[in-house]
Nanobody, 125 residues
Framework: QVQLVESGGGLVQPGGSLILSCAAPGFSLDDYHIAWFRQAPGKEREEVSH????????YYVDSVRGRFTVSRDNAKNSAFLQMNDLKSDDTAVYYC??????????????????WGQGTQVTVSS
């Protein structure tokens, strides 16, 4: 059973920054597109960003574009989400997900092959 592992979440003040990491122990991420989702209490899980296998294509949802940066290091078998200028609305559990196929709808959670357990990000003063 493949399990992705997120880390880097925590409590941060508005305007602060965090870097989330996604690792895949014993499993190669090279052949997978990687997405970051988040889920706030009482809300549906939403896609935040995704990055292609090579890293050449990146997407961001409007609410984070210009503040978040997705990246990957295939040599380190990891993906990252740099989050700057965090706002209270960014408070959620953040998940990384991996999918082998090119998707028509990247925002559909059921389309992904593997998930992590999530890491909590809380933005509060």
């Amino acid at each position: 059973q493949v399990q992705l592992v997120e880390s880097g979440g925590g409590l941060v003040q508005p305007g602060g920054s965090l870097i989330l990491s996604c690792a895949a122990p014993g499993f190669s991420l090279d052949d997978y597109h990687i997405a970051w989702f988040r889920q706030a209490p009482g809300k549906e899980r939403e896609e935040v960003s995704h990055i292609s296998k090579s890293g050449g294509t990146r997407y961001y949802v409007d609410s984070v574009r210009g503040r978040f940066t997705v990246s990957r290091d295939n040599a380190k078998n990891s993906a990252f989400l740099q989050m700057n200028d965090l706002k209270s609305d960014d408070t959620a559990v953040y998940y990384c997900a991996a999918v082998w196929s090119q998707l028509h709808d990247w925002g559909l959670p059921g389309a992904y092959d593997y998930w992590g357990q999530g890491t909590q990000v809380t933005v509060s003063s």
